[in-house]
């Protein structure tokens, strides 16, 4: 039986109880081939060439700690359009807060924190996770490689004009209403 791709996941775990109170610690990791090639396969993309994910944990007040880091990755993608290898290379800060305490958001009415990378803090954290979460959230959603385009598709009934997309923007049948009442008001004027 083959091993989960998540065991084979780089990773570094962190014990908050672990790190002293008023220093910070530095972390990085630095995937190997394998590391690599188990990152592209768990985010479905075709390879990581490079994957570096370094920085710092640091006490926020007296019980709070934030991670602040620097993401940096060269992946390869399959173009939306061809399936051709999309090069990319992605350059991140990343950030997260781990608190003790949620901030109450109160009852009614949510408002969103000033902190959107707040989590509750739990009692160790894996690197290789957040590295994995923060490089998901930065490949870009349609890779396309140079040159690559859609087209354009035209659909309509046997018989009738297929409409232009020009035609399809929001405004544009009015000009055509426009001349027609036009005409209408010449051809009744004469």
Do not use: H
Request: aromatic share 4%.
């Amino acid at each position: 039986m083959e091993a989960p791709v998540t065991d084979a996941l780089p990773g570094q775990k962190i014990r908050f109880a672990d790190l002293r109170n008023r220093r910070d610690t530095d972390f990085a990791l630095s995937p190997d081939t394998a590391g690599r090639e188990a990152v592209a396969e768990a985010l479905g993309i075709v390879a990581v060439k490079k994957l570096r994910f370094e920085g710092r944990i640091a006490p926020l007040g007296k019980r709070d700690w934030v991670l602040e880091g620097s993401l940096g990755a060269t992946v390869v993608q399959e173009c939306v359009v061809t399936l051709a290898p999309v090069t990319t290379r992605i350059d991140e800060s990343v950030r997260r807060s781990y608190l003790t305490e949620m901030p109450d958001l109160g009852t009614g009415e949510v408002e969103m924190p000033d902190d959107d990378t707040a989590e509750l803090l739990p009692d160790e954290i894996d690197l290789g996770e957040v590295m994995l979460e923060a490089l998901a959230l930065a490949l870009p959603p349609f890779p396309r490689a140079e040159g690559a385009g859609l087209g354009e598709a035209v659909f309509t009934e046997p018989g009738a004009r297929p409409m232009s997309d020009d035609e399809a923007k929001a405004f544009s049948g009015l000009a055509g209403l426009r001349d027609a009442l036009e005409n209408k008001d010449e051809d009744s004027n004469n």
